[in-house]
Every structure is written in C-alpha cells, then in structure tokens.
Nanobody, 126 residues
Framework: QVQVLESGGGLVQPGGSLRLSCTAS????????MGWFRQAPGNEREGVSC????????WYVDSVKGRFSSSRDNAKNMLFLQMNSLKFEDTAMYYC???????????????????WGQGTQVTVAT
C-alpha cells in the first residue's frame, strides 16, 4: 500500500519561508504527477501545486503563484514545496498526493482518493 509522509511545516512570521517535504513509499506513484494540497480549519481541501513526473512542468493555484515552487526527486521518491513570502492565509495543514491539473484547478487523480498522509501544519502568525 502506498504511503506518504509530509514534513517541514512550522510556525513562521508573515513574509517568511518554509520548505515542505513529502516522502512516498511503494511504487504506486511512479509516473504520476504529484502535488500539494492544503486544508484550513472550516475550509475544504484545495490543490496548491501539481508537478509532472519529469518535474519539468508545475501548475499552481493563483493565490500562490510567484511565491511557491514545487520540485521533486524521483530517485528518492520525494516531493518538495518551497514557500516564500508566506501570508496569514497560507496557514493550513499541507498534504501531498498524486494530482492532475484541469482547467486551472488542481485535483486529486481520483475523486475518492483516500491515501492521505498525516500532513504537516503550516502556521503563519506574528
């Protein structure tokens, strides 16, 4: 069974930076685009970024464009999210999962995807 483990979250002031990491076990993600999703209390989970298997193309939700950058190391089964110029509204639990980018939206590969990891908390506060 495929498992993911997210890490790198923390408490940061507005304008600060964090780098999230996601490690995937198993081979279930081979060939898949991988993305980051986040969920703030009271909100639905939203797609933040999606990076192709080769890593040469990434899509981002409008609210993070120019601030976040996703990359991956397939040899290590790892996905990264460099987050700069963090804002209060970036506060959320962040998760990684296989993704697709459709019409500007970043979605999980299946609507019933349920192999979520524990996530990593990002809190932007003064």
């Amino acid at each position: 069974q495929v498992q993911v483990l997210e890490s790198g979250g923390g408490l940061v002031q507005p304008g600060g930076s964090l780098r999230l990491s996601c490690t995937a076990s198993g081979s279930g993600f081979d060939g898949y685009a991988m993305g980051w999703f986040r969920q703030a209390p009271g909100n639905e989970r939203e797609g933040v970024s999606c990076t192709t298997w080769s890593g040469d193309t990434s899509w981002y939700v409008d609210s993070v464009k120019g601030r976040f950058s996703s990359s991956r190391d397939n040899a290590k089964n790892m996905l990264f999210l460099q987050m700069n110029s963090l804002k209060f509204e970036d506060t959320a639990m962040y998760y990684c999962a296989p993704c697709v980018a459709v019409g500007g939206a970043i979605l999980t590969v299946r609507s019933d995807y349920d192999s979520w990891g524990q996530g990593t908390q990002v809190t932007v506060a003064t």
